[in-house]
């Protein structure tokens, strides 16, 4: 089963750092780029970061940047977003997701989410 | 950056009805626009891809079509299941924005 589990969540304090982590299986990992993509409370969903299949490319979303750094280690077929200087609004579901190239770049699978929580 | 707008943000609506979501873009992205569902507590679902191609295992009583800037969402005959949020996002270029979202509620 083509799948990806996201985990790492928790508590921290403005401020503060938190590594979340994305595990892949199903598929060939090494093979697709990946995304992370959150959600706010009660808000809409908010593209993060897209790192592609060799680690080569990386973006990042204007309101992340400078603070998180995506990554992968495709031996271990696991995505990671380091996110550092954690501010009240970092606060959101974080999701990775895939890219199907095939299917016009479309994310085509999504983790369950791990929910990060900002707060003193 | 593109920006995205969807209309409505909110439509209320009974089962058997045809429902139109509409998305528009700040500036032409070509057919590079999917839509998803997503439902209360759970990872956004992808029901359309390359603006009106329908994803596998998605039922037919789903189209997308549009280019450039204005794109729609058609759901046929609402089932029961279909009362969710929706979603565009554009694949034209980074950023990969996402519409504002359109929650479909039940009348």
């Known amino acids: 089963e083509v799948q990806l589990v996201e985990s790492g969540g928790g508590l921290v304090q403005p401020g503060g750092s938190l590594r979340l982590s994305c595990a892949a299986s199903?598929?060939?990992?090494?093979?697709?780029?990946m995304n992370w993509v959150r959600q706010a409370p009660g808000k809409g969903l908010e593209w993060v970061s897209y790192?592609?299949?060799?680690?080569?490319?990386?973006y990042y979303a204007d309101s992340v940047k400078g603070r998180f750094t995506i990554s992968r280690d495709n031996a271990k077929n696991s995505l990671y977003l380091q996110m550092n200087s954690l501010r009240d609004e970092d606060t959101a579901v974080y999701y990775c997701?895939?890219?199907?190239?095939?299917?016009?770049?479309?994310?085509?699978?999504w983790g369950q989410g791990t929910m990060v929580t900002v707060s003193s | 950056d593109i920006q995205l707008t969807q209309s409505p943000s909110f439509l209320s609506a009974s089962v058997g009805d045809r429902v139109t979501i509409t998305c528009r873009a700040s500036?032409?992205?070509?057919?590079?626009l999917a839509w998803y569902q997503q439902k209360p507590g759970k990872a956004p679902k992808l029901l359309i891809y390359?603006?009106?191609t329908l994803q596998s295992g998605v039922p037919s009583r789903f189209s997308g079509s549009g280019s450039g800037t204005e794109f729609t969402l058609t759901i046929s005959s609402l089932q029961p299941e279909d009362f969710a949020t929706y979603y565009c996002?554009?694949?034209?270029?980074?950023?990969?924005?996402f519409g504002q979202g359109t929650k479909l509620e039940i009348k």
């Open positions: 390359a603006a009106s």
């Open positions: 997701a895939r890219i199907a190239v095939a299917l016009g770049d479309a994310f085509d699978i």
């Open positions: 199903g598929f060939t990992f090494s093979s697709y780029s």
């Open positions: 500036q032409g992205i070509s057919s590079y």
């Open positions: 790192i592609s299949s060799s680690s080569s490319t990386i």
């Open positions: 996002q554009q694949l034209n270029s980074f950023l990969y924005t």
